[in-house]
């Protein structure tokens, strides 16, 4: 007779939960006996062949490891393409949040390369640099362009980029004052509906502005002109994350309403020609851009990754031989290490001459050829921090344009997932639940915000170099480590300082 008899609804319940549990168990064990079938048969993992059903943890460690490097282990100053330090800059100066350090640096001023900035020994007793007035772009257009902001947003297409993500920079960029460029996916309504100045890109598909032959529809690309916030055209040759190879859109993110934009079909990989059908060379080039400019009757120039510098040669040859009115009204010049949705590894890995190269080269060979004071520089390529646009306004860049800066100040948390329409953060995805986490209203205050304080911070660089506005920024303010213990100056290393900037 037992001294304790347990309930029966408690004695069926523990009976339940032993049945369970051993049916668990035997699926279980019955699962992991597949795999092990499966991962000895197969041919094509050597690892899962000879350490069965274990081996597959490896795949599934190698995928988490991105994550928990990022979380756990990366030192702050470590990571690629940007580190935590640089995008916590971004992150607080988006949110409007005090942007002081406690304690000291954390970047490390000894490695060759390093960018410091010379300060004024007696600096004026104001705070900040004064915000320059607007540098006209194209100013012997039909319709010059007063540009207001240094600091602007680089091209990404309504495609590569989620429509809340398009709203959210076009509302942003009104707000902070500065333009945003359309990509080469053409003009969506979210870039009217945000108000901006907009560039207008060209890309090598001519998206929006095409005719059945590849060539430009004139009738549409005036059609666009139209439109008053269209302020600038831009060629584009091509794009530092991928030279020598055309966009690529991956089928899954060719929705209906993005096909129709551009023209192409739905859900079909979105591939552009690696150049212009109709440019072949520098003479087809200024022709195209001077047809582009007299139709539209605004400012017009080209964007590209500087690859042989001896181009350079050629393009300023052409434009003299031709005459200053066939010039183009800027230069983009983007940097090998630049963004893009999606490009094959070894043209972002290996092709193409980074900005800190190609910067000073082109700035130089328009001095050399007296073209500085006609042509406007614009810079990009991972000046996402005020002290690397500080230091391209050194160099002589007019402008900045950034990209993936501004991903940043919408959340974006680096998870490199721009060519996979699963973007955490909304941004690079038409997957309308991912995207729900964006809202628009909120993140152009943040893009307003990280322009607005990146132009701030810029001037406070620029105010301790004893520069009166960021303009009055020269290559005398900037030091490069060449060595231990030894910097020189930009305008030492280039020789040149004066009259860099048009
Ligand atoms: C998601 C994404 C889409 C892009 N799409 C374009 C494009 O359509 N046309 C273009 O010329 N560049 C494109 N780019 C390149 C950027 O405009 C920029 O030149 C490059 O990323 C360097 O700037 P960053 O370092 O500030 O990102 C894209 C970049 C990203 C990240």
Redesign the pocket.
């Known amino acids: 007779m037992p001294i304790f008899e347990l309930p029966n609804f408690v004695s069926t319940f523990l009976a339940v939960m032993a049945a369970l549990f051993v049916f668990a168990v035997g699926v279980g064990v019955l699962f992991v006996a597949i795999l092990y079938l499966i991962d000895i048969t197969q041919t094509q993992h050597a690892i899962r062949r000879n350490f069965p059903v274990i081996g597959r943890l490896r795949y599934r460690m190698e995928h988490l490891g991105v994550f928990f490097r990022q979380y756990f282990y990366a030192m702050d100053r470590e990571e690629m393409?940007f580190n935590r330090a640089q995008r916590a800059w971004v992150y607080r100066a988006a949110k409007n949040l005090d942007n002081t350090q406690p304690f000291g640096s954390t970047r490390d001023l000894r490695p060759p390369g390093t960018l410091l900035f010379a300060n004024a020994t007696f600096p004026a007793l104001d705070t900040v640099a004064e915000p320059g007035s607007p540098l006209v772009i194209g100013p012997e257009c039909a319709q010059p362009y007063p540009a207001r902001s240094f600091f602007n947003l680089?091209?990404?297409?309504y495609g590569?980029?989620s429509q809340p993500a398009v709203l959210a920079l076009a509302n942003g960029a009104r707000l902070a004052g500065c333009w945003m460029?359309t990509?080469?996916?053409g003009l969506s309504p979210y870039h009217l509906a945000g108000g901006a100045d907009l560039v207008f890109?060209i890309?090598t598909a001519k998206y929006g502005v095409c005719d059945t032959q590849g060539g430009l529809d004139e009738t549409r690309l005036r059609e666009v002109a139209a439109h008053p916030q269209v302020k600038l055209f831009?060629i584009?040759l091509s794009?530092?994350?991928k030279p020598g190879k055309g966009?690529i859109l991956p089928a899954v993110k060719v929705t209906p309403e993005i096909a129709a934009i551009r023209g192409i079909p739905v859900g079909q990989d979105s591939r552009s020609p690696n150049r212009h059908l109709d440019i072949a060379d520098t003479a087809a080039l200024l022709a195209f851009v001077h047809r582009v400019r007299t139709l539209t009757g605004k400012p017009t120039g080209f964007?590209l990754v500087i690859g042989d510098p001896r181009w350079l040669d050629d393009l300023c040859r052409e434009i003299v031989h031709q005459g200053l009115t066939s010039a183009p009204d800027f230069i983009?010049v983007?940097?090998a290490?630049?963004?893009?949705?999606a490009a094959p590894m070894s043209l972002l890995d290996y092709v193409g001459l980074p900005l800190s190269e190609s910067l000073p080269r082109v700035v130089d060979k328009l001095v050399e050829y007296g073209l500085r004071g006609r042509i406007r520089v614009i810079a990009?390529?991972?000046?996402?921090n005020p002290g690397e646009v500080a230091w391209a306004l050194c160099v002589g860049a007019d402008f900045v344009?950034?990209?993936?800066?501004?991903?940043f100040a919408l959340g974006c948390v680096q998870s490199m997932r721009?060519d996979k329409n699963t973007c955490p953060a909304g941004i690079?995805t038409h997957n309308p639940r991912l995207q729900q986490g964006l809202d628009p209203k909120d993140k152009a205050e943040r893009v307003r915000h990280y322009a607005e304080n990146m132009r701030h911070e810029v001037g406070i660089i620029a105010h301790a170099c004893g520069a009166a506005d960021f303009r009055q920024l020269r290559r005398e303010h900037c030091r490069i480590v060449v060595g231990p213990g030894r910097s020189v100056p930009l305008n030492e290393l280039y020789s040149r300082n004066e009259g860099l900037r048009g």
Request: glycine fraction near 24%; aromatic fraction near 2%.
């Open positions: 393409p680089s091209a990404m297409s590569a980029i460029n990509g080469e996916g890109q890309g831009e584009k794009q530092g994350a966009g964007k983009t983007d940097s290490d630049g963004g893009t949705g990009s390529g991972k000046l996402i344009n950034s990209a993936r800066g501004f991903l721009c690079t």
